[in-house]
């Protein structure tokens, strides 16, 4: 295994087990709010510095890109960290969300990390070495269309501008799957379409921590990743389309109608 991958895997457990030991006193949690529906706790901030203390004490001179402290040094290797993607569930004491950190070397994701703390499930991936859940290599699935897919999705409830346009996506869409999952974790979503456990997902303005790690883990699944205009402008601009082969193209084709101006990257 690469050391780079080896640290983040420590990063990422060590961040999960903060969390879980606080799920204790959620409750008690002060909750500020980042921006409309946008929410932030001592959970995040504290699950964050575990991973960036993590990293530096290896890696004193890699650069840092994280949610919560934003950009930090400046080097050819940037760590993209989202200390707790799924906030708004973990709040509410919905079970499901994640770790997630992505290692971008030279402007590539090279290496991806995504840590379900209460299912215990690491999902990792290397460029050109596959992707594996715990140790199990993944694959994505080998549905060809839209037909009986089960497929993800995110609402733009952070941007709510955008809402009708995802709302003529859904329109067209939702009649020719088998049905639509919203889990409420970005980076979960696309480790799932690795998975083979949904067969496609997407979503409107996601930022470049939610899905640096997802990406890659969907790529070396056997997976395809675009943004709404079949580009790979998803890391600026994270409007994302990501599935199997089959299964992405149809999503893809169905997104590009209702695109308005603002969501054509
Ligand atoms: C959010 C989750 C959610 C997605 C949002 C993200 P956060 O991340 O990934 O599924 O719909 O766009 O912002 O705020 O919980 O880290
Ligand atoms: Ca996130
Ligand atoms: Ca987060």
């Given amino acids: 295994m690469h050391p780079m991958l080896n640290i983040a895997i420590r990063a990422a457990r060590s961040a999960g087990n903060l969390i879980i030991r606080s799920l204790q006193h959620v409750e008690h949690l002060e909750v500020t709010t980042k921006g409309r529906n946008d929410f932030v706790s001592d959970v995040d901030r504290l699950a964050e510095q575990e991973i960036i ?6 890696y004193p001179d ?12 400046k080097n050819e290797t940037v760590w993209i960290i989202d200390p707790l993607d799924g906030t708004t569930n ?3 004491g919905f079970p499901h969300y994640c770790v997630s950190i992505g290692i971008m070397v ?3 994701i090279e290496h991806g990390v995504v840590y379900d703390p209460l299912r215990d499930e690491l999902f990792t991936a290397t460029r050109g070495a596959g992707a594996q859940l ?5 694959r994505v699935t080998k549905q060809k269309s839209l037909e009986n897919s089960l497929v993800a999705t995110g609402f733009p409830f952070k941007y709510h501008q955008h809402f009708p346009a995802f709302s003529n996506m859904v329109s067209t869409i939702f009649p020719q799957v088998a049905d639509l999952r ?4 970005a980076a979960l979503d696309l480790a799932y379409v690795a998975a083979g456990r949904v067969d496609g997902y997407w979503e409107i303005g996601l ?6 790690s997802g990406i890659l883990l969907v790529e070396e699944a056997g997976g395809v990743v675009t943004d709404f205009i079949g580009g790979n402008g998803y890391i600026e601009h994270g409007n994302i389309v990501a599935g199997s082969l089959g299964v992405q193209q149809a999503l893809l084709d169905e997104i590009k109608p209702h695109l308005t101006e603002e969501l054509k990257k």
């Fill in 53 to 58: 203390s993590t990293i530096k004490k290896a």
């Fill in 134 to 138: 715990n140790d199990r290599r993944l």
């Fill in 62 to 73: 890699h650069a840092i890109l994280a949610e919560e402290s934003g950009e930090a040094g």
């Fill in 106 to 108: 030279k402007g590539r």
């Fill in 207 to 212: 930022q470049k921590w939610d899905l640096a």
């Fill in 182 to 185: 919203r889990g409420g974790s």
């Fill in 90 to 92: 973990f709040l509410h």
